[in-house]
């Protein structure tokens, strides 16, 4: 058996330290968050008094929302809350979340309030339709709702066939909605058809909403003794002493909130990448490799959220093999050029390029400025790199006669593949190495070889002839 390297033994401590810590990661992200256990227990105290969930939504409606109003309608049912209370402030969002969280509006046998709060808050966009699903629709005094015409990713117009066919689509959509509550079919139509917006007093004259309320306090006084209709039969609320809980999101929802957005998912792609592409380079530097995938596995995830485009990840990809390419014929250019181009033509078509039927309010691309800044920064070092190797190569150095013929015949151990290249140690020192003889030929990690011939810091070896090999040789003689 073969004596290990320490190359070998610092290699496997590096893939143990990257698995520890990719695990540790995770334990983290599914744990539940502080609050929820809080909120827990004021829900146990307060079991004899009517309950009410607060669900805050403050911000673009996508997968994270979607999944944590979810999440909050669920646990309703399951806890038997009398009420759930969706506070929203939104400006739009993207189509596919907005409908997955109708879907579980519309299916919920808890009754469901959509206040639009605080003052100066919105239900624009994605909102509108979110509010008009729900049971009751109550706003603050100064808010406004509407303006839910369909709109590309990008926030740009769609193109014309698509457009006609989205718009008519969330026109369909929303008059369905108004239709099942009750509410004005031809007022909310008009949000999607004209983009027409509504203050709360206009809202409520409309028949679009339900009732004006100044602050959270009154909205449940109102709703004390409020009739709801859920699946056929009339519900009584019954509100008075009734125990809010607030749900916030989880540590999970957090983290997925934070790197859906399109650049920090780009960024943290690229920089994952690069960190890998080093350590392929130069095998040794463990934190650029543990980071690379930690970052890779954490942007993809991102990514996942975001109404991605294969195109987009197929040249992102490409991007990464390209540049690895460049390390290993060092000193060509263009490859590691045509690299940083693919990178930053993923980027652009990685999301929202395609026009994708959105709702107003949402940007979901990738910054501009962030891209030139990533092309910039990746360009110069591929050109910095390729201009440094080349320039090493016509340096001269002087190599002593006597130096190399002590060389010759030395023992060493090989620290990485020969497959015809890799890597050796001898007298302490690695080395550049290569097989003798045949170019198919491969010699594994840990193998005696000794040195036949030094062409700079370059040596070409063959593996060393143990004195068992020279007993077989002269027993077949």
Request: hydrophobic share 50%.
């Amino acid at each position: 058996m073969p004596n290990r390297s320490f190359r070998g033994v610092v290699r496997d401590i590096r893939v143990l330290t990257a698995v520890l810590v990719t695990l540790a990661g995770l334990i983290g992200i599914l744990l539940p968050s502080p609050s929820e256990s809080v909120h827990a227990q004021s829900v146990d105290s307060g079991n004899q008094e009517p309950k009410v969930l607060l669900i805050r939504l403050d911000g673009a409606i996508d997968g994270v929302s979607s999944r944590f109003i979810e999440r909050g309608l669920d646990r309703a049912e399951e806890e038997d809350f009398q009420l759930v209370v969706l506070m929203v402030n939104t400006p739009g969002g993207l189509l596919g979340a907005t409908r997955d969280i109708i879907e579980s509006i519309l299916a919920s046998e808890v009754p469901i309030a959509v206040y639009v709060a605080p003052d100066g808050a919105q239900a624009a966009s994605a909102g509108t339709f979110v509010g008009a699903a729900a049971h009751i629709l109550a706003m603050a005094p100064t808010t406004n709702i509407g303006a839910a015409s369909v709109v590309g990713a990008d926030g740009g117009d769609l193109p014309d066939t698509l457009s006609r066919k989205a718009t008519q689509d969330a026109a369909a959509f929303i008059r369905s909605i108004a239709e099942r509550r009750g509410r004005n079919v031809s007022a909310l139509e008009a949000t999607v058809l004209a983009a027409k917006a509504y203050s709360a007093s206009e809202a409520v004259e409309l028949g679009i909403a339900d009732l004006i309320a100044a602050d959270y306090d009154s909205l449940l006084d109102q709703l004390d003794g409020y009739l709801v209709d859920i699946d056929g039969a009339t519900v009584e609320l019954a509100l008075d002493g009734a125990v809010t809980s607030q749900m916030d999101l989880s540590l999970l929802e957090r983290v997925l909130a934070f790197i859906s957005n399109p650049n920090i998912a780009f960024l943290l792609v690229s920089l994952g990448g690069l960190g890998v592409i080093v350590e392929l380079w130069n095998p040794g530097l463990w934190v650029p490799g543990t980071l690379g995938v930690l970052f890779l596995v954490i942007g993809w995830a991102g990514v996942g959220q975001l109404p991605f485009s294969w195109a987009g990840v197929a040249l992102i990809l490409l991007s990464m093999l390209l540049l690895y390419l460049e390390t290993t014929a060092p000193g060509i250019g263009y490859v590691g050029v045509a690299g940083t181009v693919s990178l930053i033509l993923g980027g652009v078509f990685l999301v929202g390029f395609f026009g994708n039927p959105s709702f107003m309010g949402t940007d979901p691309i990738v910054n501009r400025w962030m891209l030139a800044i990533v092309g910039v920064s990746v360009g110069g070092l591929v050109l910095w790199f390729a201009w440094e190797l080349r320039k090493s190569k016509q340096i001269l150095l002087y190599e002593s006669p006597t130096s190399i013929a002590r060389m010759l015949g030395t023992a060493g151990v090989v620290s990485v593949d020969l497959s015809p290249s890799g890597q050796v140690l001898v007298n302490g020192e690695f080395w550049s190495g290569e097989c003798d003889g045949d170019s198919d030929k491969r010699i594994s990690v840990g193998t005696e070889v000794e040195v036949v011939s030094v062409d700079g810091n370059h040596l070409k070896v063959r593996p060393l002839r143990t004195e068992t090999d020279v007993n077989d040789v002269s027993n077949n003689e």
